[in-house]
């Protein structure tokens, strides 16, 4: 088993900046990527960034692509999300997820993620 741990989520303004954590504890040598999703209230979960531990290879769904940033430390049991110029439609609990299959391409899917975080809430206001 694994377990994660997101913290860092909060309240800011537009344009503002936010930097989440996940925290990986447990048997974390079975893992092989992390991914963060989000859920805003009434849509359904979407795929934000993910990342491979082996090379750091990383995704970033169109939305974010330029503005989010996820990374890793060195012991592959912390994942960051440093987020920028934050906007209302990123409001959303951002949720950490954990895959256990070794793929050629981080995973987009939620299905692929084995583990799950109990989420933090960001909250961007206008």
């Known amino acids: 088993q694994v377990q994660l741990v997101e913290s860092g989520g909060g309240l800011v303004q537009t344009g503002g900046s936010l930097r989440l954590s996940c925290a990986a504890s447990?048997?974390?040598?079975?893992?092989?990527?992390m991914g963060w999703f989000r859920q805003a209230p009434g849509k359904e979960r979407e795929f934000v960034a993910a990342?491979?531990?082996?090379?750091?290879?990383?995704a970033y769904a169109d939305s974010v692509k330029g503005r989010f940033t996820i990374s890793r430390d060195n012991t592959r049991t912390t994942v960051w999300l440093q987020m920028n110029s934050l906007k209302p439609e990123d409001t959303a609990v951002y949720y950490c997820?954990?895959?256990?299959?070794?793929?050629?391409?981080?995973?987009?899917?939620?299905?692929?993620?084995?583990?799950w975080g109990q989420g933090t809430q960001v909250t961007v206001s206008s």
């Open positions: 997820a954990a895959d256990r299959q070794s793929r050629f391409a981080p995973a987009r899917t939620s299905l692929s993620y084995t583990y």
């Open positions: 447990g048997r974390t040598f079975t893992i092989y990527g």
């Open positions: 990342l491979k531990w082996s090379g750091g290879i990383t």
